[in-house]
């Protein structure tokens, strides 16, 4: 999926949001598995109605602080083997994201998505990236880093036109 594209499918996934949290979700050890942790260490918004939270490999643990901020959208990025090319970008929705099989994680993502919507009442989405390799390592693959500092790019730009320029 191009920049473009992603940024348009994401403004339309946040349209009409006060409130939206972005959690990066992996494991920093296992070389691309790292990739949410490393996006969300690397977004430069800073505001009151947006969450910018690494949540790790339980992000279920985060189900209450997501409900107290009162998360309308969630975004979660996550590497995800998706069967495609490593750097494949895709958003999935809850009722899209059965063929997708993560192994460092305690909880199925469709689970966890499902769990977030009932305690949060909010909408989740997964900007999954395919990895070139989850083995034990620290730093991603620069295959990964690129596609990473792509995302970083378009989330900030995103989180600023949302806001309005804030």
Same mark, same amino acid.
């Given at each position: ?61 985060? /189900?209450?602080? =997501?409900?107290?901020? %009162?998360?309308?959208?969630? &975004?979660?990025?996550? @590497? ?51 990895? /070139?390799?989850? =083995?034990?390592?620290? %730093?991603?693959?620069?295959? &990964?880093?690129?596609? @990473? ?18």
């Amino acid at each position: 999926m191009n920049e473009q594209r992603l940024k348009e499918e994401l403004r339309l996934f946040i349209s009409g949001a006060k409130r939206i949290a972005i959690l990066g979700i992996g494991n920093d050890l296992r070389t691309d598995d790292g990739l949410g942790p490393y996006v969300i260490n690397s977004l430069k918004t800073n505001h009151q109605d947006i969450l910018i939270e690494n949540v790790g490999s339980v992000p279920e643990g985060f /189900a209450r602080p =997501l409900a107290e901020f %009162g998360a309308e959208r969630i &975004i979660m990025i996550d @590497a995800a083997d998706m069967r495609k090319p490593p750097g494949h970008v895709e958003l999935v929705t809850k009722n899209r994201i059965g063929g997708i099989a993560l192994s460092t994680h305690s909880m199925p993502l469709s689970m966890l998505m499902y769990y977030l919507e009932q305690q949060t009442k909010g909408v989740t989405i997964l900007l999954g990236v395919q990895p /070139a390799s989850i =083995l034990f390592g620290e %730093g991603l693959t620069p295959e &990964i880093q690129k596609v @990473a500092k792509k995302i970083i790019s378009t989330l900030d730009s995103l989180l600023v036109d949302h806001l309005g320029g804030k």
